[in-house]
């Protein structure tokens, strides 16, 4: 599953991760800690979209 920001456009894609960012590839979207932003533009989680 994907998930994009809403304001930048960035994908969070499950199958990969964030590696850079300390999130091991396999990791829900719903299982990313409460106060994960996007790392491009600083967005929680209430602004990703499902792709």
């Known amino acids: 599953m ?3 920001c809403n304001v ?3 994908e969070y ?3 990969h991760g ?3 960012n ?3 590839p396999g990791t829900k979207f719903e299982d ?3 106060d994960f932003v996007c790392p ?3 967005v929680g989680k209430d602004d ?3 792709e």
Do not use: T
């Open 13 to 15: 894609d499950e199958d």
């Open 22 to 24: 300390g999130i091991e």
């Open 18 to 20: 964030d590696p850079d």
């Open 48 to 50: 990703f979209s499902k």
């Open 8 to 10: 930048c456009g960035w």
């Open 40 to 42: 491009l533009c600083g």
């Open 32 to 34: 990313l800690p409460d």
């Open 2 to 4: 994907k998930y994009v």
